[in-house]
């Protein structure tokens, strides 16, 4: 069992920028892949960012290239997303994923609950 908390979020304006934590315990957090999705109302969710156990490799959406970062520390159980130049379009519900290897697809083992995420234009 994974149990993953989400922290970070809040409302900002568009051009600002977001740091979200998610802080896993349970099982061997170095051994995982960690994902980064998101959840606007009224849509699926989609995927957002991903990173590979050693951090070696990492996928992003298109739409967030170049403005959003995936990393982690293994030692402290912790996967980030920092989130620059964010716009409206970026308001959504973003959640945490752990899975036992690296995909973008939506079908991770274990979710946070979530983090609000709300840009005002």
């Known amino acids: 069992q994974v149990q993953l908390v989400e922290s970070g979020g809040g409302l900002v304006q568009a051009g600002d920028s977001l740091r979200l934590s998610c802080a896993a315990s349970g099982r061997t957090f170095s051994n995982s892949a960690m994902g980064w999705f998101r959840q606007a109302p009224g849509k699926e969710r989609e995927f957002v960012a991903a990173?590979?156990?050693?951090?070696?490799?990492?996928y992003y959406e298109d739409s967030v290239k170049g403005r959003f970062t995936i990393s982690r520390d293994n030692a402290k159980n912790t996967v980030y997303l920092q989130m620059n130049s964010l716009k409206p379009e970026d308001t959504a519900v973003y959640y945490c994923?752990?899975?036992?290897?690296?995909?973008?697809?939506?079908?991770?083992?274990?979710w946070g609950q979530g983090t609000q995420v709300t840009v005002s234009s």
């Open positions: 994923a752990y899975n036992r290897y690296l995909t973008v697809n939506v079908n991770y083992d274990y």
């Open positions: 990173i590979s156990w050693g951090g070696g490799r990492t």
